[in-house]
């Protein structure tokens, strides 16, 4: 949840206040509850790998 957190509030930017953070945040916890499914699709373990993904992720 902390890298979500970060990829989606706080990377590469610099809130003005930390007002400005904490509302960005609280918008941020809002949109997670109110979509329980994207939760488990994003912090989904995977238990097996696919070989395409692999090739792409390693090439030489």
Do not use: Q
């Not at 945040?25 to 809002?30: D, Q, Y």
């Not at 499914?37 to 993904?53: M, Q, T």
């Amino acid at each position: 949840m902390w890298r979500w957190l970060r990829e989606d509030v706080t990377d590469h930017y610099c809130h003005p206040t930390a007002e400005d953070l904490i509302r960005r945040v609280a918008a941020f916890e809002a949109g997670v509850n109110a979509n329980p499914c994207a939760v488990a699709d994003r912090l989904w373990v995977k238990d097996h790998l696919d070989p395409e993904e692999e090739k792409l992720r390693f090439s030489k």
